[in-house]
């Protein structure tokens, strides 16, 4: 293994056409950290990991995976990282047994390790007794396990992980992610990409990008208490297209937003005052509502202050 980080990269840029997907983006990933890559889908979160396993020539920057360059070097870079795409890497019309075979071999394992890799998997998996399921008929949450298991076959010091939740059940997000913790704990670095925001929580650090280029970058905690300074409450009514309008007009509300039925709010007032002069207002404009309560800002919420 190489000294340094495990990814490092400096101005990395990717066009196609007239279209920047990635816009000079920098960071570094240390060695044995979960590190998630955030942000709406289009926003050059799969562009960026395609360049950095290999699979796509950047159009300008320079960078490092695993102490390899990631223009000159990629076939060493493959042999050093494991990869999950968004759709899991696998060979639908295949068994469970095959696609283990066939990424063993990919991977260069002699007979006997992959042999032995191949018990590992379908234990670590919980697929004992399905290795001939053809694995077009699995269910989602043992799919992805067997398509992490396949990336891992060769013990790779770093793992891609490409929405690895995407489309997948809540109950299977929330144990993949115990899986993911697992791993990181033995000392692979995991590199993920995701769209839900919540699931940053589970990561060391984390960058937030938008429309081709970062936004934000630190710990989670960091960045809610760094870019989210003043308080925030959450309201909820059954009225929200009346109350948004007289809210954003109300002095001592700095923003408001709309997440799915509540409306959040932030303030540089205090908590009392504050209440009492929202509530007065909706009372006023005979608008009913249920709760109004200060509330810890999640990444959501700093995702959606920033692109404001």
């Known amino acids: 293994m190489r000294e340094g980080p495990a990814v490092s990269v400096r101005g990395l840029t990717k066009r196609f056409s007239s279209f920047t997907a990635v816009d000079h983006i920098g960071f570094t990933v240390r060695r044995g950290e979960i590190f998630g890559f955030l ?40 042999t050093r990282i494991g990869y999950m795409s968004q759709k899991f890497s696998l060979y639908e019309d295949l068994t469970v047994q095959e696609n283990i075979m066939f990424f063993g071999g990919m991977y260069g394992l002699s007979p006997r390790e992959l042999n032995d890799k191949k018990s590992e998997v379908i234990e670590w998996a919980g697929l004992a007794g399905m290795e001939r399921r053809i694995t077009s008929t699995l269910a989602g949450g043992w799919k992805q396990r067997l398509a992490l298991g396949t990336a891992l076959l060769h013990d790779p010091e770093i793992i891609f992980l490409d929405e690895p939740t995407a489309g997948v059940d809540p109950v299977s997000r929330r144990n993949f992610w115990k899986v993911i913790q697992e791993i990181a704990r033995k000392g692979v670095t995991v590199f993920v990409t995701t769209h839900y925001l919540d699931e940053a929580e589970y990561c060391h650090s984390v960058r937030l990008m938008d429309k081709g280029r970062i936004i934000a970058s630190g710990a989670p905690e960091e960045l809610k208490r760094e870019v989210i300074t003043e ?39 205090p908590e009392r005052q504050f209440q009492k002069r929202v509530l007065d207002l909706m009372k006023k404009e005979k608008i009913p509502v249920e709760s109004l309560e200060p509330v810890e800002p999640t990444l959501e919420d700093v995702f959606i202050h920033l692109i404001k």
């Open 231 to 269: 308080r925030m409450f959450q309201m909820e009514t059954e009225e929200p297209g009346r109350a948004i309008p007289l809210l954003r007009a109300m002095e001592g509300v700095s923003e408001v937003s709309l997440l799915g039925i509540r409306i959040n709010l932030l303030t540089p007032l």
């Open 39 to 78: 942000g709406a889908n289009g926003a050059g979160k799969t562009t960026t990991i395609r360049m950095l396993c290999g699979l796509l020539r950047p159009s300008g920057g320079e960078g490092e995976v695993a102490g390899f360059d990631i223009m000159t070097e990629t076939e060493r870079i493959k």
